[in-house]
């Protein structure tokens, strides 16, 4: 199993039309078969300060969802919104879901 834990900070004034976007990316990529959770949250301490926090089955899981339609709009659609570039870290886990 991988997790990611993709950070994105958002320019105030596009605290809505990114939470719109994060709902739109939300729910087909927890259908898609190698995912086995996908969630986002925001950081009660740093206004517009968000982290997606998804497990995959594995790398090809995650390259497949890289190559979706609706990742690739979501990506398009916040790089002009975010006040930083987005810090994806990965990890590896052993563990059964």
């Given at each position: 199993m991988?997790?990611?834990?993709a950070?994105?900070?958002?320019?105030?004034?596009?605290?809505?039309?990114?939470?719109?976007e994060a709902?739109?990316?939300?729910?087909?990529s927890q259908a898609e078969s190698g995912n086995i959770s996908y969630h986002y949250y925001e950081d009660p301490e740093d206004a517009n300060s968000f982290i997606f926090v998804e497990k995959w089955k594995d790398e090809q899981a995650i390259g497949r969802h890289e190559e979706t339609p609706h990742f690739k709009r979501f990506i398009k659609a916040v790089e002009p919104i975010v006040s930083e570039p987005i810090d994806a870290e990965l990890f590896e886990s052993s563990l059964k879901n």
């Open positions: 991988i997790i990611i834990h950070n994105i900070k958002v320019k105030t004034r596009f605290r809505e039309i990114f939470l719109e709902r739109l990316v939300a729910k087909p």
